[in-house]
T-cell receptor, first 116, second 112 residues
């Protein structure tokens, strides 16, 4: 158990809908990361927050957004869902921002999203 | 830009035989390198990491990896495979901002 908690574990929704994925980082971790794992794209970095502020952005679609709350939990909002958004969405956390070497990032078990 | 290439998409070994999962990296500076493992329907677990200290890095479950700058490689090895090692393995490099860049993964099968 990494200490990173993600909910829901599985989600099935229809195209055009909106969903919210939730992540609680490990106790004491200030950085939260979101990754998407799909069969065709592999593991892709989406976005990073550090202590409530956006820190880095990756291949995140405009239909997707995220935020980190004062209690450090984070939510990933996915809207106008398309079939291609079906994927495993991972949240990860670390103590530091990640800059420099050696920052260890711990992953949750992921949220499986199926868009039908 | 940083990148990693996992040279094999699938590796199959017999239980009790050595494991070798190959990874080459590209980095414009001294990289931080990691190996993560993903068991079916599970999250990503850190096996080991290299951060410019010892070039031979020991990880969990008997795995180790050797950083070879001259070959830009970071291959993962284990002397004796166990059935429970069957999983997907990812070689990962960290960019200067700390983001993890994943390889495409190597699926390890272990035959009894």
């Amino acid at each position: 158990d990494s200490g990173v908690t993600q909910t829901p574990k599985h989600l099935i929704t229809a195209t055009g809908q909106r969903v919210t994925l939730r992540c609680s980082p490990r106790s004491g971790d200030l950085s939260v990361y979101w990754y998407q794992q799909s069969l065709d794209q592999g593991l892709q970095f989406l976005i990073q927050y550090y202590n409530g502020e956006e820190r880095a952005k990756g291949n995140i679609l405009e239909r997707f957004s995220a935020q980190q709350f004062p209690d450090l939990h984070s939510e990933l909002n996915l809207s106008s869902l398309e079939l291609g958004d079906s994927a495993l969405y991972f949240c990860a956390s670390s103590v530091q921002t990640g800059e420099g070497s050696g920052n260890t990032i711990y992953f949750g078990e992921g949220s499986w999203l199926t868009v039908v | 830009a940083q990148s990693v290439t996992q040279l094999d998409s699938h590796v199959s070994v017999s239980e009790g035989t050595p494991v070798l999962l190959r990874c080459n990296y590209s980095s414009s500076y001294s990289p931080s390198l990691f190996w993560y493992v993903q068991h079916p329907n599970k999250g990503l677990q850190l096996l080991l990491k290299y951060t410019s200290a010892a070039t031979l890095v020991k990880g969990i479950n008997g795995f180790e990896a050797e950083f070879k700058k001259s070959e830009t490689s970071f291959h993962l090895t284990k002397p004796s495979a166990h059935m429970s090692d069957a999983a997907e393995y990812f070689c990962v490099v960290s960019d200067q901002g700390g983001k993890l860049i994943f390889g495409q993964g190597t699926e390890l099968s272990v035959k009894p």
